[in-house]
């Protein structure tokens, strides 16, 4: 199963669906197909490392040479929790022509889109960006891919949830809090002393001086 990222916020997946393609963005290099692995290089170049010329010259090359027509492809839409699964059916091609950088494309036939949880648990890691193209070879492929084409798995490659954001509520401008009843103290009444016993007590309790329990 070749793997594929529809860019690196998935900003392309719309299209590559839409259009029924796949591609790779590199768009300082022209038509791949007739340059050597030498020749990418060159075109990659720049201030990148050896790693990074290593890296994206195996990404772009194995798209060119590697991919097959008949092959299996998985787009990720991570950003929806989501992939795409389609077959590859047409070679290379460079156009020039390109809305988005993707100069380097090949034609794909989309069957079906689900969520990531539907993949066998034993490929899942496999959608988690690698590269920007990467091929996995597991045995579980196989089956899940006949329950996809047999349509037990998957919906419509174009029913593309909407990604909904989390809005916090806030309180409108003219709606105003109440204002909050404020507490009326009560005044501390004074206590008396029992001119027997010399204790304070509530002046009620007072009688001609003496408390209640004096009297």
Same mark, same amino acid.
């Given at each position: 199963m070749w793997v594929i990222r529809g860019g690196e916020q998935d900003e392309l997946v719309p299209r590559f669906v839409e259009e029924g393609v796949i591609g790779v963005r590199f768009p300082e290099v022209p038509d791949a197909e007739i340059l050597t692995h030498s020749e990418i290089r060159g075109f990659l170049g720049g201030d990148r490392t050896k790693a990074q010329l290593d890296a994206l010259e195996g990404v772009l090359s194995a798209f060119v040479r590697e991919v097959q027509e008949g092959n299996s492809v998985l787009l990720t839409d991570l950003s929806r929790g989501e992939v795409v699964v389609g077959t590859v059916t047409s070679r290379y091609q460079y156009r020039t022509d390109s !809305?988005?950088?993707v100069e380097h494309e090949r034609r794909v036939d989309w069957i079906a889109r689900h !969520? @990531?949880?539907d993949l066998p648990s034993a490929v899942q890691a496999a959608v988690k960006p690698k590269a920007d193209l990467h091929q996995d070879r597991s045995a579980e492929w196989a089956g899940y891919l006949v329950q996809v084409r047999d349509g037990a798995i998957g919906r419509d490659p174009g029913d593309r949830p909407i990604r909904t954001v989390a809005v916090p509520r806030t309180r409108s401008a003219n709606s105003r809090k109440a204002p909050a009843t404020?507490?009326? *103290? *009560? !005044?501390? @009444?004074a206590q008396q002393t029992c001119q027997s016993c010399f204790l304070q007590t509530h002046p009620d309790r007072i009688h001609d001086g003496i408390c209640e329990d004096c009297a």
């Open positions: !809305p988005d950088g !969520p @990531i949880g404020p507490r009326v *103290k *009560k !005044p501390a @009444i």
